[in-house]
T-cell receptor
Framework: DAKTTQPNSMESNEEEPVHLPCNHS???????IHWYRQLPSQGPEYVIH???SNVNNRMASLAIAEDRKSSTLILHRATLRDAAVYYC???????????????FGKGTKLSVIP | SQTIHQWPATLVQPVGSPLSLECTVE??????LYWYRQAAGRGLQLLFY??????ISSEVPQNLSASRPQDRQFILSSKKLLLSDSGFYLC???????????FGPGTRLTVT
């Protein structure tokens, strides 16, 4: 499976935008880019996903580079509740019914400063 | 709406004792089910997944096993726990070919 590289940690001030980078230089054409986040002592939570085009939802935006070798998760206004570990994951699009394996790395620990 | 339950929330077990963790999903039918483990300071590791009753696929060979006796029930077991089995165990489900996977609250297992 293609690998992702993320910074170990980042800090942001409350109510400011946050840009969380992810490098995936060995991504293949059928790999989807998924982002999940995990609050302390909780299970991961789906944030957003995309393939080629930028995506927006109520939680965040996903900006995908034209060559797809990197992407950025954008939180438009960080709140204290956004403090979590953010995982960037590649999922093979043709993995077949049922497997849908998500390989979680160590992610980026985001701290939000009041 | 769909809900996923896991119990117990925390568990302390001695080495060599058996283990049974249960996961149930409400509000959906024929979900794909997953067991993950997160060791301290590490990422999540997929242990098992199931696409239907009685159908289990193992991703990592170990002394753990999984079973799916009912459509929305997924059980993780061990006959004899090892110290290395300590961790945060998470159950997750996915509807058909949907993109999102939904995780339960987890069970924190400490093997002493």
């Amino acid at each position: 499976d293609a690998k992702t590289t993320q910074p170990n940690s980042m800090e942001s001030n409350e109510e400011e935008p946050v840009h969380l980078p992810c490098n995936h230089s060995t991504i293949s054409g059928t790999d989807y880019i998924h982002w999940y986040r995990q609050l302390p002592s909780q299970g991961p939570e789906y944030v957003i996903h995309g393939l080629t085009s930028n995506v927006n939802n109520r939680m965040a935006s996903l900006a995908i580079a034209e060559d797809r070798k990197s992407s950025t998760l954008i939180l438009h206004r960080a709140t204290l509740r956004d403090a979590a570990v953010y995982y960037c994951i590649l999922r093979r699009g043709n993995s077949g019914a049922g497997s849908y394996q998500l390989t979680f790395g160590k992610g980026t620990k985001l701290s939000v400063i009041p | 709406s769909q809900t996923i339950h896991q119990w117990p929330a925390t568990l302390v077990q001695p080495v060599g004792s058996p283990l049974s963790l249960e996961c149930t999903v409400e509000g959906t039918s024929n979900p794909n089910l997953y067991w993950y483990r997160q060791a301290a300071g590490r990422g999540l590791q997929l242990l098992f997944y199931s696409v239907g009753i009685g159908q289990i696929s193992s991703e990592v060979p170990q002394n753990l096993s999984a079973s799916r006796p009912q459509d929305r029930q997924f059980i993780l077991s061990s006959k004899k726990l090892l110290l290395s089995d300590s961790g945060f165990y998470l159950c997750a489900w996915r509807r058909g070919e949907a993109y999102e996977q939904y995780f339960g609250p987890g069970t924190r297992l400490t093997v002493t």
